[in-house]
């Protein structure tokens, strides 16, 4: 039998997300600092995810038990931005990759149909019409 203890490993489960800007930590940080870094990480700025919060809650899209709207918005928005790894966003928020996984598809969910497609989504070629820019 092996003695766990005096092979360094901890008799106790270590905590695995440990950060100081876990869950909804960060984004206050970002809604409430420069508006620069919300528009680099998320890609929208603050006044944008404030209406894109407030027009998911009009549509009655709410805050789970554990994770608010605007942190399931803002794991979207990351991950789109980011294009990381489930494993790397559940760091970011300190959330389980089941956890982040379920909140990103749920938003892909919401943002693939009506009214939000038509809304905050645009398409390059969305008509034969468009043309390429000829810097492009």
Same mark, same amino acid.
């Given at each position: 039998?092996?003695?766990?203890?005096?092979?360094?490993?901890?008799?106790?489960?270590?905590?695995?997300?440990?950060?100081?800007?876990?869950?909804?930590?960060?984004?206050?940080? @970002?809604?409430?600092?420069?508006?620069?870094?919300?528009?680099?990480?998320?890609?929208?700025?603050?006044?944008?995810?404030?209406?894109?919060? &407030?027009? &998911?809650?009009?549509?009655?899209?709410?805050?789970?038990?554990?994770?608010? &709207?605007?942190?399931?918005?803002?794991?979207? @928005?990351?991950?789109?931005?980011?294009? @990381?790894?489930?494993?790397?966003?559940?760091?970011?928020?300190?959330?389980?990759?089941?956890?982040?996984?379920?909140?990103?598809?749920?938003?892909?969910?919401?943002?693939?149909?009506?009214?939000?497609?038509?809304?905050?989504?645009? &398409? @390059?070629?969305?008509?034969?019409?468009?043309?390429?820019?000829?810097?492009?």
């Amino acid at each position: 039998m092996v003695n766990l203890v005096s092979e360094g490993i901890p008799k106790d489960p270590q905590p695995y997300h440990t950060s100081a800007l876990s869950r909804e930590a960060w984004l206050v940080e @970002l809604i409430l600092g420069h508006p620069d870094h919300i528009h680099c990480e998320l890609g929208v700025s603050a006044c944008v995810f404030k209406e894109i919060t &407030l027009n &998911l809650q009009n549509h009655g899209h709410r805050s789970s038990k554990h994770v608010s &709207l605007e942190e399931q918005l803002t794991i979207f @928005l990351y991950t789109c931005v980011t294009g @990381l790894p489930t494993r790397h966003i559940g760091e970011r928020f300190q959330r389980s990759n089941d956890t982040v996984s379920k909140y990103f598809w749920k938003m892909v969910a919401i943002f693939a149909s009506e009214p939000f497609y038509s809304k905050y989504i645009s &398409l @390059l070629f969305a008509s034969s019409a468009t043309t390429v820019h000829p810097y492009i």
